[in-house]
Nanobody, 124 residues
């Protein structure tokens, strides 16, 4: 079973940057597509970014394009989300997710494993 643990969240001023990390375990990590989702209070969990098993393809929700970068290091079994030019509307709990196949998907129910979440708060 794949286990995921997020870290790197915190409080940052608008315009600042944070890098989230997701440390994984399990023998299938290297063949699993990975994604980041976020959930703000009162809202549904929202897709943010995804990356294929080998890191060769990525996808982002329009609202974060040009600001966020997803990457992975399979040797370290870690996926990252570099968040730049943060805005107050980015405030949410950010979750790391893994899929049992190499291609990413955009829906919550298409992912098999989830981390516990890490809070990101952006002040204005």
């Amino acid at each position: 079973q794949v286990q995921l643990v997020e870290s790197g969240g915190g409080l940052v001023q608008a315009g600042g940057s944070l890098r989230l990390s997701c440390a994984g375990s399990g023998r299938t990590f290297g063949s699993s597509a990975m994604a980041w989702f976020r959930q703000a209070p009162g809202k549904e969990r929202e897709f943010v970014a995804a990356i294929t098993w080998g890191g060769g393809s990525t996808h982002y929700v329009d609202s974060v394009k040009g600001r966020f970068i997803i990457s992975r290091d399979n040797a370290k079994k870690t996926v990252y989300l570099q968040m730049n030019s943060l805005k107050p509307e980015d405030t949410a709990v950010y979750y790391c997710a893994a899929r049992g196949v190499g291609m990413y998907a955009l829906r919550v129910d298409e992912y098999d494993y989830w981390g516990q979440g890490t809070q990101v708060t952006v002040s204005s």
